[in-house]
């Protein structure tokens, strides 16, 4: 696998720890009483305002742990890390784009789906859950294309 490739799937692994984990503690939170969510959207206000930067946090520390690891596994096979990473050409950044649009697509998908819940007098939590996982599936979705296409050679 290459440095980008190893960079996505740890991207996967990150976001699906990531919101798994605040989703845990939120809804043990939510069940113990400690979350009013009287007013539904103030609710979900903080509950994503306080995802954003914990998850932001957390993905810095999980790819510096990655990058500090991969140089470790690099340096012992005697090859430097650095002439692999700071590279970014044409590829790279078409590879970012092409993945970029069609996960703006599923992205969409995912809002209007949450949109529709709204028609059928489904709770307003239904909806920003759905809107939660769209957001997941969708970097999840991301880093699979990027991995797929560095693998094809786009």
């Known amino acids: 696998m290459t440095y980008n490739e190893k960079k996505s799937v740890t991207n996967i692994f990150s976001s699906v720890l990531i919101t798994t984990i605040y989703a845990i503690v939120i809804y043990q939170k939510y069940l113990n009483g400690v979350l009013d969510d009287s007013d539904i959207f103030r609710f979900w206000a903080i509950i994503i305002l306080i995802f954003i930067p914990i998850s932001v946090v957390a993905r810095i520390i999980i790819m510096i742990v990655f990058h500090i690891l991969e140089s470790v ?3 012992s096979q005697g090859k430097n890390i650095d002439d692999e990473i700071d590279i970014v050409d044409e590829r790279d950044k078409h590879i970012q784009m092409k993945a ?14 949450a949109l529709v819940t709204q028609l059928f007098d489904v709770s307003n939590h239904v909806f920003f859950i759905v809107l ?3 957001g997941l599936i ?3 979705v991301s880093e699979s294309l990027i991995i797929r296409y560095y693998r094809r050679g786009v």
Request: aromatic share 14%; net charge negative; hydrophobic share 70%.
């Open 100 to 113: 970029s649009a069609i996960t703006m697509y599923i992205f969409v998908l995912g809002f209007v789906l």
């Open 132 to 134: 939660v996982v769209a």
């Open 73 to 75: 596994v690099q340096a």
């Open 138 to 140: 969708t970097d999840i």
